[in-house]
């Protein structure tokens, strides 16, 4: 099974700041049909998860542009160029190229 | 609009049996994947396996397979995920997503609000 492995678990950052989140795969994340199979999601506090990015680095519909995917291989990132308020919430890195498919632990972002 | 509507929290002892649902609308249900995710109290999201609705193919994580039974009806656009026998272990937040695929997007893009089970005597 692909393990997903995210860094840091938390992060406090102070508004306009930037920050960043790391996710490792055990596994390449490359299927055969040339697409990468890396996801970001945020869980906001009681709510489902929500796509953040998908293929990597493509922004889902409505996703701000503060907001950017990065990576190949096995190593991922998420940024968030300037954060906000409403970005609080747990951070989920998922991949779907090989069953059974897994998230990350989680990355826990708090506001200052 | 897209939607995944689950059904309401349920309370039940050890032992008893329980099927939740998740409502498919303003999409064609049988074309694409629904995915199940538990989240256990303050813990992380884990995937526990997926049904195809339009041929009823079903995948399965390791760790869920046996203790869980995921199911479609294609006559009400529903997804179901049920239990034979609760353990208190399986009191959890349940997440049904749909997985959405194009030349362009392959993701699990929409999610219902969830269904709490509480298993306890």
């Known amino acids: 099974d692909i393990v997903m492995t995210q860094t840091p678990l938390s992060l406090s950052v102070t508004p306009g700041q930037p920050a960043s989140i790391s996710c490792k795969s055990s596994q390449r994340l490359l299927h055969s049909n040339g697409r990468t199979y890396l996801f970001w999601f945020l869980q906001r506090p009681r709510q489902p998860p929500q796509l953040l990015i998908y293929e990597v680095s493509n922004r889902f519909s409505g996703v701000p542009e503060r907001f950017s995917g990065s990576g190949s291989g096995t190593d991922f990132t998420l940024k968030i160029s300037r954060v906000e308020a409403e970005d609080v919430g747990v951070y989920y890195c998922?991949?779907?190229?090989?069953?059974?498919?897994?998230f990350g632990q989680g990355t826990k972002l708090e506001i200052k | 609009e897209v939607q995944l509507v689950q059904s309401g929290a349920e309370v039940k002892k050890p032992g008893e049996s329980l099927k939740i649902s998740c409502k498919a609308s303003g999409y064609s249900f049988t074309s694409y994947w629904i995915a199940w995710v538990r989240q256990m109290p303050g813990k992380g999201l884990e995937w526990m396996g997926m049904i195809y609705p339009g041929d009823f193919d079903t995948r399965y994580s390791p760790s869920f397979q046996g203790q869980v039974t995921i199911s479609a009806d294609k006559s009400t656009s529903t997804g179901y995920l049920q239990w034979s026998s609760l353990k208190a272990s399986d009191t959890a937040m349940y997440y049904c997503?749909?997985?959405?695929?194009?030349?362009?997007?392959?993701?699990?893009?929409?999610w219902g609000l969830g269904t709490r089970v509480i298993v306890s005597s």
């Open positions: 998922m991949q779907s190229v090989q069953l059974p498919y897994a």
């Open positions: 997503g749909r997985r959405y695929y194009n030349n362009t997007i392959d993701a699990f893009d929409i």
